[in-house]
């Protein structure tokens, strides 16, 4: 019986200090958005509405709930932004690829363009920035 306690308060030990390595909590929707927010950051993280809220710091991530796909604590955080049209500065240069990485546009933006896509999942870089996006 010793022997089973002492496994299982060493492999309680080993968890928590795994868990304090931990920076990030990542979240990941079903329409291909991705977010990741510090944990040191003061994370807060509330339900209004049928929607999910997590606050750290300035950063701030919200969804429907119905459209969460999952979240999880990471040592990295996501590459994946999310991008707005308002945010990409005009004359910038917008790339679409598949997710397997092949380019499959590239255009200057302007104000009001649209792409032209296919239903699939992609990944668009503009302004500094990557973000997935499903076309349905």
Known sequence: MKKILSLAAAAIIALGAQAEDVKYL???TLDGQEASL???????ITFQDGKI????????????LSNMQDMYFSYQITDIKSITTDEIPEGAI???????????QSYQHTQGAQPQLPAGLYMIQAGGKTTKTLVK
């Open 94 to 104: 917008v790339r679409i690829y598949t997710t397997d990485g092949h380019m499959v």
């Open 38 to 44: 510090s944990i040191a950051e003061g994370l807060t």
């Open 26 to 28: 990542n979240f990941r």
């Open 53 to 64: 809220v997590a606050r750290a710091a300035d950063s701030i991530f919200q969804t429907e």
